[in-house]
């Protein structure tokens, strides 16, 4: 059984800074992709930041240039750095993963329970 486990969220003020991460458990054979998603109150879950295997990464334009993401493939553990937060950076933070279980012939989607990110004075 694959899980992902979340941890460094909180509440900070604007202009503050997290650091997530989220380490990936189980019989993996092979990970594609590790990234973060969030939702605040009311709204649809929106991509954040990904990074592939190779390194490539992808980063919503709210965030660019505030946000890195970065990956430990031996830990399996990606990590996302959150800098100059606003409060419009409040959500829940989901880690995401596209990746094969051992034993499997194709890779599928797994998510985190998420970790609430709160920007506030």
């Known amino acids: 059984q694959v899980q992902l486990v979340e941890s460094g969220g909180g509440l900070v003020q604007p202009g503050g800074s997290l650091r997530l991460s989220c380490a990936a458990s189980?019989?993996?054979?092979?990970?594609?992709?590790m990234g973060w998603y969030r939702q605040a109150p009311g709204e649809q879950r929106e991509l954040v930041a990904i990074?592939?295997?190779?390194?490539?990464?992808n980063y919503a334009d709210s965030v660019k240039g505030r946000f890195t993401i970065s990956r430990d493939n031996a830990k399996k553990t990606v990590y996302l750095q959150m800098n100059s937060l606003k409060p419009e950076d409040t959500a829940v933070y989901y880690c995401?993963?596209?990746?094969?279980?051992?034993?499997?012939?194709?890779?599928?989607?797994?998510w985190g329970r998420g970790t609430q990110v709160t920007v506030s004075t």
């Open positions: 189980g019989s993996i054979a092979s990970i594609n992709t």
């Open positions: 990074m592939d295997s190779g390194g490539s990464t």
């Open positions: 995401n993963s596209n990746l094969r279980v051992a034993g499997d012939y194709t890779s599928r989607d797994y």
